[in-house]
């Protein structure tokens, strides 16, 4: 549909996926294509704002799927169909997927009004790649606690993880496809190993 190529990138808190999207985004531009890369919720100046809401305030569970949606409908407009329209690669730091594992596995939204919602936003595109990060809940843990202050997200108990990861793999078995798999409790170098099969195997 677009002559450039989408790439996501998704795992519970503390996957490790952040680290892995410069490897990617290198990668690429080594290989002389131009790279935007980008996240959710944001990537856009509204976007922005309203991840700041997102991350940090109450709310009910069906405005934050929304809200998500929002955000993503900004963004598909501003950031990712332009730059897929003119050839580049775009890699956003997750995309929907992240919705149904969140707002869908951990918060048990029901999964129909996540489907009404993407056929609303994006009834045609889906990333040509997801790439996710999995890893047990005790090593994503420990990687968060090593790190930062805890968002609304990371907050959460251990059962919201269990079910947003289960929601994750769910989702990647049912769209063999587009997703691959990567096992996060991998060293740096072996990840690369593998991304670097599966991006040769994307751009033949
Ligand atoms: P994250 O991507 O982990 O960014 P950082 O590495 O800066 O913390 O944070 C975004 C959070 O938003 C993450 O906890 C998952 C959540 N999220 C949803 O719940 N639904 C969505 O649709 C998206 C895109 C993100």
Redesign the pocket.
Known sequence: MYPGKFISFEGI?GAG??THIAYVANWLRARGHNVVTT???GGTALGEKL?EL??HEKMHLET?ALL?FAA?REHLAQVIEPALARGDYVIT????D??F???GG?RKLDLRKLVALEQWVHPHLQPDLTLLFDVPLEVARARLAATRSP????QEKEDFFAATRAEYLRRAAEFPGRFRVIDSTLSIQDVEAALDRILESLIE
């Open positions: 808190d996926k952040s996240r959710e919720p991840r997102l991350l934050e998500m993503r730091d997750r995309f929907t992240a919705s594992a969140y707002q951990g968002d609304k997200f990371e």
